[in-house]
């Protein structure tokens, strides 16, 4: 079972967007980060370890499961761990199994834990994957009697799968994927966002289209466009979806809630993540392109000095 300690660093990464961009972008140690890519908190979480700590580290679970599937389908009344209705329980927090992970090379293949939770997350909607694709999903050896067996251990811990019941959403590539493996997807693609993406080279070479005269008109543009983003990126890092066997208070209104938390459930926690790590490379090209806007014209007359200049844009260093 996953530490109830180490486990709160993946959720909080995720939650809180430590990983991203806490207001900056993901935080990695022992990695140089891009002295372009705006201000950010030195004490972020790296969400690196976190994820190194879920794969390996199997101890207790987590203390907050009070209502953590009160609001799917399918639980039916807890059993014991044997399935008699004796003195054990089944918490949502347990490991249900270990898979393999999917786009690992061979040389460095990681196992995930799948907790109880997170079936009963692939077995409600919006997914309601039937016994094949769970199986495929658990990386089960097919089998004449797979499907019934597969069955008859989700019903040891309460959860009802019918047979014969169809899919409700359509599979994709991030289907195969377990919620931890999804999340280590979206760090190593907010990393590479962060580390790769050329925004100054995008930048200086669209710059080259504007003349001096439009260069005003441009800075307007550019800066309605960061404030745009970030009150999106703002909005997405409230959210407080479901992930692996953490379920923390909701920040936002359900009616927004709702729609985060269906596209997390069918990109298993990997689309928020990566939006947001898209967003901050966007809003690096715009810092760059403010800046390289002022190097190349000079605001004479509009601001001051450059410390009026920080107060207006704070993202834009010297």
């Not at 997914?127 to 009697?145: H, T």
């Not at 930048?203 to 983003?229: G, P």
């Not at 760059?288 to 000095?305: F, I, R």
Request: aromatic letters at 6%; charged letters at 25%; glycine letters at 8%.
């Amino acid at each position: 079972m996953i530490s109830a300690i180490r486990m709160n660093f993946v959720w909080t990464v995720y939650a809180h967007q430590n990983y991203v961009l806490s207001h900056g972008g993901f935080s990695y140690g022992g990695g140089e980060r891009r002295a372009d890519y705006g201000a950010r908190e030195q004490h972020e979480l790296a969400l690196h370890h976190a994820l190194h700590s879920a794969e390996e580290t199997p101890n207790a679970g987590m203390d907050d499961t009070t209502g953590f599937m009160t609001d799917l389908p399918l639980l039916k009344t807890m059993k014991g761990r044997d399935g008699l209705g004796g003195t054990g329980s089944c918490a949502p927090n347990d490991v249900f199994c270990s898979v393999p992970g999917r786009l690992s090379l061979l040389s460095s293949t990681s196992k995930y834990k799948v907790t109880v939770a997170e079936v009963q997350r692939r077995l409600s909607p919006p997914e309601c994957l039937n016994a094949s694709l769970l199986g495929g999903v658990l990386r089960r050896a097919k089998s004449k009697n797979g499907g019934r067996l597969l069955r008859e251990k989700l019903e040891k811990i309460g959860l009802n799968l019918p047979a014969g019941r169809r899919k409700a959403a359509n599979v994709t590539l991030l289907t195969s994927l377990v919620e931890a493996e999804a999340v280590h997807l979206a760090r190593d693609f907010g990393y590479v966002c962060e580390t790769e993406f050329p925004a100054r080279a995008l930048a200086e070479y669209l710059a080259r289209q504007y003349a001096e005269h439009d260069s005003r008109r441009r800075r307007d543009l550019l800066q309605a466009t960061k404030q745009v983003i970030k009150e999106l990126m703002d909005l997405l890092n409230q959210d407080r979806s479901p992930l692996c066997n953490t379920r923390p208070p909701h920040l936002l209104e359900p009616a927004i809630q709702r729609h985060l938390t269906h596209f997390s459930l069918i990109s298993h926690g990997f689309g928020g993540p990566a939006i947001v790590a898209a967003l901050t490379a966007i809003q690096n090209f715009l810092n760059e392109s403010l800046k390289h806007l002022d190097k190349l014209y000079p605001q004479s007359g509009m601001v001051s000095s450059s410390m009026d200049k920080t107060k207006m844009d704070p993202d834009i260093k010297k």
